[in-house]
């Protein structure tokens, strides 16, 4: 009988148990993954997602910056990328992520009617965007980010399209932004690590941007006008409200407390300290002919100085104007051919194993291959964490003089004085990088007298203020377009490049999705391409030096 | 008066030996025998001369002369005064009267048998066991004679088999003993043999054929035949008697249609695939259901790059009783979901069953691991990327100086002093060491009519192969049933089990802190001794000493950038049985896995890549239930028809929870806590989630006669996970087993043979929270949180997978089982498989979660087993398993049509629509395609000199697949006597991998065919030679790293060595326009580059020159194992033992001949292994050898 009990019990047991249901729906709501969240945290995410990505365009092993001939490497290592041209294929995965959850803050901004939220993610999209198509020519525009709705293989948008897209979107948000009711809605300032949640600062930056993407499509504006877009009229409309001042400026500072905070080059992000990357021979000169005082900013003196009137080797204490001091062994030489500067930087398309050697005389000792004692480095801030002017700038109140300065000098927009724009240019860049006129032993009058710099002594006012802004963009994408848009700097290619003797165009498309309707979208875009002569034949069009849309029939660069 | 036999036996038979023995072990008395021993010791006449002569000698000359035979107890007369004799044509009455007077003995003689004792003693026959000797012939029913039938004395392990004419002899046999007659297809029998000497058996071929049971799903024991399907098993015998180490070298090689691998050191994760990988984003790993307990083994292969292994790594083999593994979803179906991929049934030992008392068992063996094929590295030249003429230490490469010709350059330890490049060629050698595994288990078992009960407590400790590695492993089994009524039982399993490690090692190729590729990557001038004191004299635990900047000492990294875990994991079941009437029972279980693993990463100060070090410790906490209620019918209906069946519902609840904290920088060095993290460099994450399914299911068995089998089972799922009008799937299954050898009269010499036929679906859920989207969080922007969208594109109308299979198979056993084959041929059929397939991220995500279409496996398996030879002490077996599978995608997805697995530089593993899984791409080379050009198709080489992909996608070309073709394994097993040995021998032919190893070694310089390019003549222009033989050449480098090796001479820098090399082919030189090819032919157009570039170029940018022959002939293992006699071992109480020596993988041939091991080319990827990819993380081959000691007492 006792026995019968346990038995019964242990089965009643049993199945009250198994009739003891959890709602299997219940069970399937995660408890560790919000479902909504405010946009204020999603901003924080794009805005850092997208400096990191827009200033590593110029910088580590940017090959942009190598063919810009900022730097060149001074070793094998990135050598076939920086200074050859090999350029692997390009990866627009990121600039996607971020347009990913733009989207969404953009959506979010309509239900939870936050036009502020609005206008940034507009603003942001065009930013975005326009990096992409400034890249890489035709891509995914207006069937982009729909997967949720089925579309996995969006076509890719001719280029005209999505520059319009972008010039529309930063106007809508311009307006919006204009308008007196935006201060209504409010933006966490913690989250905004832009400009702290201020719509005036947004409003400057739609609007400088407005005059980027105007002047980026210069060479094309007629056929924008056919769609609708008026270049100049939009200059005009957008340079009424522009940045005006380097407090304008649109830069997320580095945090330097983890390597995702931290500037490229510091010891978080670069276990070998980068010695490798050498300031090229042609920024180093032209900044050494024009007594330009960012060269102290950015480089730093040899470590031993080739020199014709010491007789033997000495120490000298070298003092730059901002109070650095740097000790310098002169190395007395007579030869006639080698770099006796205090600055030396690296030739541009060197073969590896000259590179190795560059301007090392006649000296036969072996020296670490990164760290030629003969070639200068970088600045140390560029192996900081986190620095004072080491930034990941967006976009520079300098752009927008020589914006204007390049409009006035074109003289069908209504901005009139270039030359004061120029000026205004260089004073904004100068101040970017802390030199301040009177401080310091720097006469901006001295240095603007210098033919090489004031624009009344240049022949050609276009390249002079290109020039300008070349420098001024040191280790910034920027410089690049305008290079392809205007054919300044003229930039001269030296022995080894992987295609030829000239500069690459465009960053190839990332590796295709194998799917052959993938394909069919991917096919449209190649053909859309023109080759150029430095396309091998039998080649895909898909390559650096193909021209995409914008640069096609401008005979540019 | 007793009365004893005379066995008169082969006289031969009566060996000199056996005088010696004990008296107690032998007497031969009888009347019958007396009666003619009067005549033959009255008529013999001897001759005894000694002097001062022990009486054994005595008794030596007596038995020298004639035939007699003395017994004696040697204690007896050892002690007695020696004797000395003089006697001529005495009788032996006469000889032994004298020689025995004064010593207290006295004598007996029976025929020619004299028995010699203390005078006075009882007879001594009174306390002898009778021993006696048994011959006898077996036959089957037909009359005809049966080799090979074991014969075995019931209780012990004495045994013999029939010889070639069916006759056996045992030569001491006791009294009453049970002789146990077995023979595969015959019915068993057991005889008392009395005092019986001869013993003629007839074998009746057993009613039913084979008895053969096997352990199929839930745990049912089912006869072999009446199963519609194949079941591997691995039998607790085949475990027992050749020892084995693990639990995979236990299953590797013996049961068709499953591959299984191991990637890493001792207790990393093992990947068992059965029947071909058909889901294409899980890891395929079959469910492991250890006593009925499902345990989940999901690989664990990614933590740091680190593998901690799998549950099957946790388990003891010493434990283990019997392995079936449920290949399709047939003999799958009733585990539901998580069956797709097969499941691994493992039974651990209970009680021996033995008889009363305490059994105990114990094991011990020892294995050490020897290191003995290296990858082969150049020992020529030393690091440096300029070309032979320069030394530039800090690089990784090794395109540097000639070594051992006295170049004499500053290095890194020789105080700036320039001293001669010397090579190391013992390098990697001597950092290796010699692993050591050492394992021992005790088990005590026992029973009686009430229940049984066996706990087995064991432990495992390991040391690698890699200094400071180690692995460790304690468990605890306890089986236990007691009835608590004659109708009531209870069953409680426990299994715990420890296991951990100080240092697991990294194995990701992608990693500097890889032990391998810092070893690897060294140049061949450093001493890697020189490098064994890791630290920096006077900067102990904050800088390492190391020879080159941008990479870390290898022993820096073993020692202290330890990866550690340590996993405390208890399996559970506590189980009722009520048998209600004769034909109602009821079974109730509730059954527990519950795991927690704490891992615990380090990196010290000055880690490259991680200067100021870091810290990371995961706790993760993993625990399923499963509450099952089971009614089981079973009623003979008729003479004719049988039925079996049960219905069952069952409740399981999975957990899993994880909690990760991360220091990227640490403040003080050697410290390692998380509060010790460098502010902002801190980040913690923890997640938990949990499903739960609930299901109803039943079978029913119909078996009419034994001949005919069916078996129909359903099972009706509710998962938490999918949406919820699609939480509810059902799934069939129905096999049918007819047994030809029943049905019909077969020729004599077919035994056996079956037909089996199957078809069954198997239902599968997805993982918890797949159906909405949500936010994920970002590492901290300082005081801002930062919270984004993932680009896994969840799907709120999943559907539940079905994968279908269908096999027919056949069984066949021929010539009374010395001869069996079983053949499968299967196609499992997998359909709405949920699968992350990866979209391109401009359509907004990167990976959607969508039901594919169909993917299908089809494949062979065929097990044959021999027995080629059967002699009287000697048998050969000999079996042979074959598993053949391909895996097709025939249709992927609404809108798509190909799936990438994986990329590597210039290629992929991607599959097509229609297309086979596995299938590896590449993007060619750049051709000239003009076909009107005299140099159609030569290389098009680029303006500075290399060559070039073609990078159009609609270009690629497939160059391999990464499946094998088949895998057959052999397992030879020759016993002779005590002595059996057993070898295990795997062919995996076919499939390709692509070696990171080989395409690192080649870019740089480090693999030893980079001295130079394609060999060349150098007496004839190179031009030439090309032109002749362009298929020789293009593709390759041309050139070498001295002249000696094929290098040119600078024309440009005469200074430089004469190492000028270049990629043959054309380039492109446009004028105007208009373009013309110059030849790049080693002419004097040529665009020259260093060897490092040229060897670069032709190398590194297409997978093909890097993909290799997966083909490969393994010597697993062989063992030879000794069973003491039971006569010796009884001695000291103990009852079975044995010893063995083992050996595993000495020996290894690959059609590739790289130095790689084709089965450890995977690539781990968080949880799963991307097949056909070595991934820089070759270790040296390494066999092991051992011992394994088992008393029974």
């Not at chain 2, 009788?91 to 010593?103: H, K």
């Not at chain 2, 006791?174 to 146990?180: C, D, K, P, R, Y």
């Not at chain 2, 030879?869 to 398993?881: E, L």
Request: net charge neutral.
């Amino acid at each position: 009988m006792k026995a019968i009990k346990i038995k019964t019990i242990v089965v009643l047991t049993l199945l009250f148990q198994m009739t003891s249901c959890m709602d299997l729906n219940e069970l399937n709501i995660s408890p560790n993954s919000p479902v909504d969240v405010s946009s204020n945290y999603i901003l924080t995410h794009v805005l850092s997602g997208t400096a990191k990505l827009y200033n590593n365009l110029g910088e580590p092993y940017s090959s942009v910056s190598g063919v810009m001939q900022y730097y060149q490497m001074g070793t094998n290592e990135a050598a076939s990328s920086v200074n050859q041209y090999l350029w692997p294929r390009g990866s627009w995965a990121e600039y996607y992520e971020n347009l990913r959850n733009v989207k969404i803050i953009n959506e979010k901004s309509k239900t939870e009617n936050n036009k502020f939220f609005e206008a940034i993610s507009l603003v942001l999209r065009a930013f975005i965007y326009g990096t992409i198509t400034d890249l890489f020519g035709d891509a995914p525009y207006s069937e982009s980010l729909l997967a949720s709705e089925g579309i996995y293989f969006p076509k890719y948008d001719e280029q005209k399209y999505i520059y319009k897209g972008i010039l529309e979107d930063l106007k809508k948000s311009s307006q919006i932004l204009a308008d007196p009711g935006i201060s209504a809605y409010k933006i966490d300032a913690n989250a905004d690590i832009l400009y702290k949640g201020n719509p005036d600062k947004w409003l400057k930056f739609a609007n400088s941007l407005r005059l980027r993407y105007c002047m980026r499509v210069f060479n094309k504006k007629d056929e924008m006008s056919k769609l609708g877009i008026d270049i100049v009229s939009e200059f005009n409309n957008a340079s009424a409200y522009a940045f005006t001042s380097n407090d304008d400026e649109a830069f997320v500072s580095y945090l330097g407390i983890a390597a995702e905070n931290s500037a490229p080059g510091g010891p978080l992000n670069e276990a070998n300290p980068n010695f490798r990357t050498k300031p090229c021979r042609t920024i180093v000169d032209t900044l050494i002919s024009r007594n330009d005082p960012r060269l102290q900013r950015w480089v730093m003196p040899v470590q031993r100085k080739w020199d014709y009137q010491v007789t033997s080797i000495v120490d000298k204490s070298v003092k730059t104007i901002f109070g650095e001091i740097y000790t310098v062994k002169y190395i007395p030489t007579t030869n006639q051919v080698i770099d006796t500067s205090l600055w030396v930087g690296l030739p541009q398309n060197m073969n590896v194993v000259d590179l190795l050697n560059y301007n090392k005389g006649d000296d036969i000792a072996a020296y670490h291959p990164e760290r030629s004692p003969y070639i200068s480095f970088l600045h140390p801030r560029y192996r900081e964490n986190i620095g004072t002017y080491i930034r990941m700038d967006l976009m520079m109140y300098s752009e927008v003089e020589f914006l204007l300065a390049e409009a006035a000098q074109k003289a069908i927009f209504s901005v009139t004085g270039a030359e004061d724009h120029y000026k205004k240019g260089i004073i904004a860049s100068m101040k970017r990088w802390g030199i301040v006129d009177g401080t310091g032993g720097f006469n901006f009058n001295a240095y603007y007298d210098n033919p090489k710099v004031s624009y009344n002594s240049a022949s050609n006012k276009l390249e002079r203020i290109i020039d300008q802004k070349w420098v001024s963009l040191w280790l910034e994408v920027e410089s690049w377009f305008d290079w392809r848009r205007t054919g300044y700097p003229v930039l001269i290619t030296g022995p080894v490049t992987q295609y030829g003797p000239a500069m690459p165009l465009r960053f190839m498309y990332p590796l295709p999705n194998p799917d052959a309707k993938y394909l069919v979208n991917y096919d449209e875009a190649v053909n859309r391409l023109e080759t150029t002569s430095y396309v091998p034949a039998g080649q895909s069009k898909d390559h650096t030096y193909s021209k995409m849309w914008l640069l096609q029939g401008t005979n540019k660069p | 008066m007793k009365m004893y036999r005379i066995i008169l036996g082969d006289k031969r038979s009566w060996t000199k030996t056996l005088r010696i023995m004990k008296l107690s072990v032998i007497l031969l008395l009888g009347s019958l025998a007396a009666m003619s021993a009067t005549s033959y010791s009255q008529n013999t006449k001897l001759n005894v001369s000694t002097k001062n002569s022990s009486l054994i000698d005595i008794f030596r000359q007596i038995e020298d002369q004639s035939e007699f035979y003395f017994y004696f107890n040697k204690e007896d007369i050892k002690s007695k005064e020696s004797v000395s004799v003089e006697l001529k044509d005495a009788v032996i009455s006469d000889i032994l009267d004298q020689v025995l007077s004064n010593t207290g003995l006295e004598y007996k003689i029976i025929d020619r048998y004299v028995v010699i004792k203390e005078k006075g003693t009882p007879d001594p026959a009174v306390t002898m066991q009778m021993s006696h000797k048994i011959t006898g012939i077996v036959t089957d029913t037909s009359g005809a004679t049966l080799p090979g039938v074991s014969i075995v004395v019931k209780g012990t392990t004495n045994g013999t088999i029939t010889d070639v004419n069916g006759k056996y002899t045992f030569s001491d046999i006791s009294e009453n003993s049970i002789l146990l007659f077995l023979f595969v297809g015959m019915e068993s029998q057991e005889i008392n043999t009395g005092t019986l000497t001869q013993i003629n058996v007839i074998m009746a071929e057993s009613a039913i054929g084979l008895e053969e049971v096997v352990v199929t799903a839930l745990g049912l024991k089912r006869e072999k035949k009446a199963l519609g399907y194949s079941v591997g098993e691995v039998k607790g015998e085949e475990l027992r008697e050749t020892p084995q180490m693990n639990v995979l070298n236990a299953l590797q090689g013996k049961v068709s249609g499953m591959r299984i691998s191991q990637m890493g050191a001792a207790g990393s994760s093992v990947n068992i695939i059965i029947r071909g990988a058909t889901s294409l984003s899980n890891d395929n790993q079959p469910l492991f259901v250890i006593d009925g307990v499902p345990v989940s083994n999901q690989l664990n292969n990614y933590f740091k790059g680190a593998d901690m292994g799998n549950a099957i790594s946790d388990l003891n083999p010493d434990d283990i009783e019997s392995v079936s593994v449920l290949k399709g979803a047939s003999a799958a179906a009733l585990y539901g979901s998580r069956a797709g991929n097969g499941v691994i049934l493992i039974t651990t030992r209970s009680s021996l069953k033995r008889g009363k008392g305490i059994g105990v068992s114990v094991n011990s063996s020892s294995l050490i691991d020897i290191p003995y094929d290296y990858y082969p590295f150049q020992y020529k030249f030393g690091t440096g990327k300029a070309g032979a003429h320069v030394f530039q230490e800090g690089e990784n490469e090794s395109w540097g100086p000639q070594l051992d010709v006295g170049e004499k350059w500053v290095q890194w330890n020789s105080n700036g002093v320039a001293v001669p490049l010397v090579s190391y060629p013992n390098k990697i050698k001597d950092f290796f060491r010699t692993g050591y595994t050492l394992a021992n288990n005790i088990a005590f078992d026992g029973n009686n009519e009430n229940g049984y009960f066996r706990l087995s407590i064991g432990n495992m400790k390991n040391t690698g192969i890699i200094p400071n590695t180690d692995m460790k492993r304690s468990t605890i089994n306890l089986n236990t049933q007691y009835k608590l009524s004659d109708k009531f039982s209870v069953t409680v399993n426990l299994n715990w089990n420890e296991s951990g490690s100080g240092n697991q090692v990294n194995i990701d190729g992608g990693d500097r802190s890889s032990v391998l590729r810092d070893l690897y990557e060294s140049g061949a001038q450093v001493n890697i001794l020189d490098l064994k004191n890791y630290w920096m004299p006077g900067m102990e635990g904050i800088m390492q000493l190391k020879n080159a900047p941008k990479q870390n000492n290898p022993y820096f990294v073993a020692n202290e950038n330890t990866n550690s875990f340590s996993r405390d994991r208890l399996m559970s079941k506590v189980q009722l049985d009520w048998e209600i009437t004769k034909e109602w029972s009821l079974m109730g279980r509730f059954t527990r896995d519950a795991y927690g693993e704490y891992r615990e990463s380090k990196k010290a100060f000055s880690t490259y890549g991680q200067l100021t070090g870091g810290y990371t410790v995961m706790d993760l906490y993993n625990k399923e239930t499963n509450m099952e209620l089971n009614l089981n019918y079973k009623k003979k209906i008729t003479e004719d028809w049988n039925i079996n069946s049960f219905v069952a519902a069952n409740r399981m609840y999975m957990y899993n929870k994880s909690l990760n904290n991360e220091a990227a920088s640490l403040i003080i060095p050697d410290l390692y806590t998380i509060s010790n993290g460098t502010p902002g460099t801190i980040t913690y994450s923890s997640t938990w989630s949990q499903k739960a399914i609930y299901s109803v299911y039943g079978m029913a068995s119909i078996d009419y006669k034994g001949m005919a089998y069916l078996d129909l089972t359903g099972r009706n799922d509710w998962s938490s996970t999918l949406p919820a009008k699609n939480k509810s799937y059902f799934y069939p299954a129905g096999s049918l087993s007819l047994l030809f050898s029943e049905m019909f009269t077969m020729p004599k010499w077919i035994t056996y043979s079956k037909l089996r036929a199957g078809a069954a679906q198997v239902g599968n859920d997805t993982s918890p929270y797949a159906l909405n989207q949500y936010f994920s969080v970002d590492k901290d922007w300082g005081n801002a949180k930062q919270m984004y969208m993932s680009g896994t594109l969840k799907n709120s109308s999943l559907l539940p997978e079905r994968a279908t299979s269908k096999e027919i198979g056949m069984d066949w056993k021929f010539l009374n089982n010395r001869l069996g084959l079983e053949a499968t041929y299967y196609i499992v059929q997998n359909k709405n498989q949920v699968l992350a397939i990866s979209v391109p991220v401009e359509s907004g995500a990167t990976n959607k979660l969508i039901n594919t279409g169909l993917i299908e496996s089809r494949g062979w398996e065929i097990r044959l087993t021999t027995t080629p030879v059967i002699a009287r002490d000697f048998r050969w077996d000999m079996n042979f398993n074959f598993t053949k599978n391909r895996s097709y995608l025939k249709e992927l997805a609404e809108g798509l049509t190909n799936v990438v697995f994986a990329n590597m530089e210039g290629g992929s593993i991607s599959t097509y629509e229609g297309g086979a899984i596995g299938d590896i791409w590449e993007n060619p080379l750049l051709r000239v395609k003009d076909k009107s050009s005299p140099y159609f198709d030569y290389p098009l080489i680029s303006s500075s000199g290399t060559y070039q992909t073609d990078n159009d996608p609609k270009h690629i070309v497939k160059i391999g697949n990464s499946n094998q073709d088949f895998i057959l394994s052999i397992q030879p097993t020759f016993t002779y006597k005590a002595f059996s040995l057993y070898a295990n021998i795997d062919w995996n032919q076919g499939g390709e991998f692509y070696s990171y190893t080989r395409m690192f070694g080649s870019n740089g310089g480090k693999n030893e065919d980079t001295y130079g390019g394609v060999p060349y003549d150098k007496n004839v222009d190179i031009v030439d030679q090309i032109k002749a033989n362009p298929d020789a050449f293009f593709g390759n480098w041309v050139g070498g790293r001295l002249a000696e090796y094929g290098g040119f001479p600078w024309a440009a820098s005469p200074e430089r060595f004469d190492d000028a090399s270049f990629n043959p082919g054309v380039y492109e030189v446009k004028v105007g326009g208009v373009g013309t090819y110059v030849e790049n032919l080693g002419g004097p157009n040529t665009k020259w580059l260093d060897p490092m570039n040229a060897c670069r170029y032709s190398i590194r940018p297409f997978p093909s020159k890097s993909l290799y022959s997966a083909t490969y002939v393994k010597l697993r293992e062989v063992s030879l194992t000794y069973r003491f006699p039971k006569k010796w071992m009884k001695k000291i109480l103990i009852q079975n033992s044995s010893v063995s020596l083992i050996a595993t993988n000495i020996f290894e041939w690959t059609a590739a001949g790289v130095h790689i091991d084709p089965e450890r080319a995977y690539k781990p990827n968080d949880g799963a292994w991307t097949q056909g990819m070595e991934y820089y993380n070759t270790m040296p081959w390494t066999g092991s050898l051992g011992f394994k000691l088992n008393f029974n007492f």
